[in-house]
């Protein structure tokens, strides 16, 4: 990212009634890496009024002391006191963004990075309540933690700011190093209620006592409730269900792991429920490649597979009262935003009607 000894330079900009934890929790994460400096910046060096006058912070540069940063953080704050149209911001993030290795932002910020142009038909992510303002900037949003689309990285509400950063630190030193700052600032999430996501928090909540949330109530945003509904998990009844033509005796599992893919072999031991038939065979996964099939030690055209995105189906079978053996090599290959994790290495059958 710099040259050998160069420091990588992070500015903060601030502005007032910014939610605090917006800005100091990255900052608590990013300012313990070696090699990395952050300055909160603004119109000019001075204290800052933060959280409507309840807070306050200092910047300690202006926009001009530090006009290339390496990495730009942008935090937010309440909607209706964001600057969104304060020049002297918007111009400092659009000149700073052509030079920065990543443009980022936390919460209610990625509005302001939408206001300066830079989210137009660009995957980010903001405060649930946030969705509909988001949209608006043409940004396609989504409701993932973090989530990066080239060198802009948006974080959801407040304390996600953190997840992100931590996420940062593994790009800009490594996972070693990241992993030790996340356990330095003891980062365990483990609240006493699972209402931290709009998905979970279904039901209304109210919060008195905030001019910024006077009622908060999970009918107030018709973008994020769509959202929950879309990515809701569908309920499943027993009624529904129709058994297979075949029955897994045993499944057998192999990963072999590499930098940049995983294969996974997958040895099914099948017993057909009915001798006499051989419906087709599904298999369903998701962002895999099919390398190969057998079947009892054969291994089979890849004429008589067809496979999608989604599934895998095996067009016909020997009809034989015996025991058959399935191998599926697949290869999966490791999330875009860099993460080294197995995507959804799983098999589930059922038979086409």
């Known amino acids: 990212m710099k040259p050998m000894g160069s420091k990588i330079q992070v500015a903060i900009p601030i502005f007032n009634n910014i939610t605090v934890l917006d800005a100091i929790g990255p900052y608590e ?3 313990r890496l070696p090699g990395v400096s952050v300055t909160f910046v603004s119109d000019k060096p001075g204290l800052v009024v933060a959280d409507e006058g309840r807070f306050k912070i200092e910047a300690s540069a202006s926009f001009e002391d530090l006009p290339n ?4 953080l942008v935090p937010g704050g309440t909607p209706k006191l964001l600057p969104l149209d304060h020049k002297p911001l918007l111009d400092y993030i659009r000149k700073a963004h052509e030079c920065t290795t990543f443009t980022t932002s936390v919460c209610t910020g990625a509005l302001i990075l939408g206001a300066a142009g830079l989210l137009k038909g660009v995957k980010a992510t903001t405060h649930w309540a946030a969705y509909p303002q988001l949209k608006e900037y043409g940004a396609k949003v989504t409701s993932q933690r973090y989530i990066k689309q080239g060198k802009i990285v948006t974080a959801a509400g407040v304390s996600s700011g953190i997840d ?28 006493p209620y699972d209402a931290g996501t709009w998905l979970r928090a279904r039901k209304p909540i109210e919060i008195a006592g905030s001019s910024r949330f006077s009622t908060v109530s999970v009918g107030a945003s018709p ?6 509904v879309k990515e809701a998990p569908k309920e499943s009844f027993l009624k529904y269900y129709k058994p297979t033509g075949y029955h897994f005796d045993t499944v057998e599992l192999k990963f072999v792991l590499f930098e940049k893919k995983t294969t996974v072999v997958f040895k099914i031991r099948v017993l057909p429920r009915n001798s006499s038939e051989s419906p087709p065979l599904v298999l369903d996964g998701r962002d895999v490649k099919l390398l190969f099939v057998k079947i009892n030690d054969e291994e089979r055209e890849l004429e008589e597979v067809a496979v999608t995105s989604r599934h895998l189906t095996l067009k016909s079978l020997p009809v034989q009262p015996f025991l058959r053996v399935l191998d599926v090599i697949r290869r999966s ?9 197995i995507r959804r290495a799983f098999l589930t059958c059922y038979c086409l009607s």
Not at 69 to 72: G, M, S
Not at 223 to 228: G, K, N, R
């Open 164 to 191: 992100m950063a931590i996420y940062l630190a593994s790009i800009i030193t490594n996972e070693k190093i990241a992993k030790a700052v996340q356990l330095m600032i003891e980062y365990d999430p483990q609240p």
């Open 69 to 72: 940063p390496d990495i730009l």
């Open 223 to 228: 973008v994020a409730e769509e959202m929950a």
């Open 29 to 31: 994460a990013l300012h």
């Open 333 to 341: 290959f490791q999330e875009k935003n860099g993460s080294n994790v």
